[in-house]
Nanobody, 121 residues
Framework: QVQLVESGGGLVQPGGSLRLSCAASGSIFSINAMGWYRQTPGKQRELVVAITSGGTTNYADSVKGRFTISRDNAKNTVYLQMNSLKPEDTAVYYC???????????????WGQGTQVTVSS
């Protein structure tokens, strides 16, 4: 079994900052890409940013220059530093990872439980 556990969401004023964390645990052989998605009611889940095991990143245009993803491969953990937050960043943020489990040859797609980020004055 593989689990992704997120932390760090909350309420912040416009212009403020938050840092999200996501730790993967379980029977992990290797982790390929990790990333963050977000979703608001009535809308599809959208990619915020992803990072490969080699450090290549892919940011949504809406967060470029404000959000920074980083990854600690030794801890199987990915972080999302969110600065200059705007009300339109309000959403449930989901961690995502492509993982090869021990004893498996295929890549599984795993999700965290989601963490609420609310940007409001």
């Amino acid at each position: 079994q593989v689990q992704l556990v997120e932390s760090g969401g909350g309420l912040v004023q416009p212009g403020g900052s938050l840092r999200l964390s996501c730790a993967a645990s379980g029977s992990i052989f290797s982790i390929n890409a990790m990333g963050w998605y977000r979703q608001t009611p009535g809308k599809q889940r959208e990619l915020v940013v992803a990072i490969t095991s080699g450090g290549t990143t892919n940011y949504a245009d809406s967060v470029k220059g404000r959000f920074t993803i980083s990854r600690d491969n030794a801890k199987n953990t990915v972080y999302l530093q969110m600065n200059s937050l705007k009300p339109e960043d309000t959403a449930v943020y989901y961690c995502n990872a492509l993982i090869v489990q021990l004893g498996s040859t295929g890549i599984g797609h795993y999700w965290g439980q989601g963490t609420q980020v609310t940007v409001s004055s």
